[in-house]
Every structure is written in structure tokens, then in C-alpha cells.
């Protein structure tokens, strides 16, 4: 059964009430000279894909390509909403998705998303909807580094350049944080990287989206083994 809710028409969607919606949200902005722009949006909407295989009571909405990405001003192509919008957009997407659905999971691959999607979720929980953010962690390099290079390798290898890619700030994350909240990461690095992605390979990067999927998987089941908020 087709399981993608742009696929669908709306009688058949009707007949999946039933289903999870699973909204992939992501984000458009750089990533460096090697992945391209729609790297956050990718791999939130792999994730979910690879949950709806897993679990026939999910359904996959389009994706949110648009995200919360002021931190990556003054990089050409970078397109952000900024946080009130984000904030605004997931409050008025999920209140519409529960004229139909009773659970929605937002699967959020952008960190600079947290925050508004954060406070979102708080709104609508207090609204007694039932709805999940899942934000997908690893460990080490947290921007356009080895990780997330490395998946991108795994999912679309078509669309990395790996002859541009170069070394960008490795410091830890802790360390520059102060600096990346006052002025961005133009503040810290010229290449628009955390991390080093010269090293990728999509070997790496399918071990960790099979990682990250169990992840996922374990945390939607246990939302929805328990009770309702």
C-alpha cells in the first residue's frame, strides 16, 4: 500500500486516519562547497521513508524544506524563515493534520530548527494533541562534516561533490558555540563546515542511517505504546 500522503487522494487518505503522519522537516542552506542545500531536507525525509518501511501504520507527508537557518546568513542560497515563522508554520501545519490524523511525528533534521519546533510541540501538547518531534543526533563533526557528508554519499552520491570538499572548524561544538550564536557560523568558519568531510564514504554513512532509523524506530514505539499526553 502507497504510504506517501501526496500520493494518495483524499477518500484514500480518509481510509489511513488511523496512520501515523510522519512530516519530514528540514531546512534549505549551506552546507559547503561539496553538499548541497537540501542536505537537512534529505536526510529527515530518508528517515522517515525508512520508517514508513518498517511500520505499515505510517504515512509520510511532504517534506518541510524551509527552516529556522539564520545561523548560515551571508552564504549564498541559504533560505531561512527565521524562528517566529517556524514556530507559526508548525503550530498551523499540525493543527490542520489533526482535522484528519490523531498522531502526528515530526522528524526534524536541522538544528537550528529545535528551538521553534521545540516550542511549538509545547503549544500543541497543551492543546491535548498527540504529537512526537524525533531530532536525529550523532555523535562528532554536527555540520556539512564527515557524518553528514557520508550520508549524503549513501542517499544521493550524485549530488556531492567530494572535489571541492575541505577541511572546516573541528573545535568542539561547545567551544565556538558562544561565537556561532553572536554572529553565525560566518564567525567561525569561511568554508561553511564543522568538521572535516574529506574522509566521507557511504559506507559510513549507511551504517549510520541504519543507526539513526533504529533510533527513531525505538522512539515512535514507545510513544505509541504509551499513553496519551
Known sequence: MMARLAELTSPEIGLRSDAVLAIPVGS???????????????????????????????????????????????????????????????????????????????????????????????????????VRLHCPRWEG???????????????????VRMDRAVPGDSRPLAEIMPMLRAGGLRAVTETGILGDPTGANPEAGQRLLETLTAALLDDVTAWLTSARP
Open 141 to 159: 563533526e554536527p555540520h556539512a562534516g564527515h557524518p553528514e557528508t557520508s550520508m549524503m554519499l549513501a542517499l544521493t552520491p550524485e549530488h
Open 28 to 130: 534549505t542552506e549551506q552546507h559547503g562547497p561539496h553538499l548541497p542545500m537540501s542536505t537537512d531536507t534529505d536526510i529527515a525525509v530518508a528517515l522517515c521513508e525508512r520508517l514508513r518501511a518498517t511500520r505499515d501504520d505510517v504515512l509520510v507527508a511532504p517534506a518541510i524544506a524551509y527552516g529556522s537557518a539564520g545561523e548560515h546568513a551571508g552564504f549564498p542560497g541559504t533560505l531561512s524563515i527565521g524562528q517566529a515563522a517556524m514556530e507559526l508554520l508548525i503550530v498551523e501545519l499540525c493543527r490542520s493534520a489533526f482535522d484528519t490524523f490523531d498522531r502526528v511525528l515530526l522528524v526534524s533534521a536541522h538544528g537550528g530548527n529545535h528551538e521553534p519546533v521545540t516550542r511549538a510541540v509545547r503549544l500543541l501538547r497543551s492543546e491535548s494533541r498527540d
